[in-house]
């Protein structure tokens, strides 16, 4: 019973199909105007992305979230 069994490639799958779950589910909440739950799920995407070491889907999600955020979220000049 001292078998090591290697279930890494199974993580990894796991995190890319669980990061574009959640970038799915961030655009049904992006065209119903939910925007802070949007970028909630961005950033949730983007640290399963980056467990699962997709750094261009990293770098896909990352914009998402910049393009939501200075788009939806400016800040209010005083």
């Known amino acids: 019973m001292d ?11 796991f995190y890319k199909k669980k990061g574009d779950y959640l970038v799915s589910l961030s655009e049904n909440h992006f065209k119903n105007v939910e925007y802070r739950k949007c970028l909630e ?18 770098e896909q999600t990352k914009q998402r979230f910049m393009e939501i955020k200075e788009k939806y979220f400016q800040k209010k000049q005083v």
């Open 41 to 58: 799920l961005l950033n949730q995407a983007h640290n399963m992305y980056m467990k699962g070491n997709y750094t261009e889907l990293v």
């Open 3 to 13: 078998r090591k069994i290697d279930t890494s490639a199974q993580f990894i799958e």
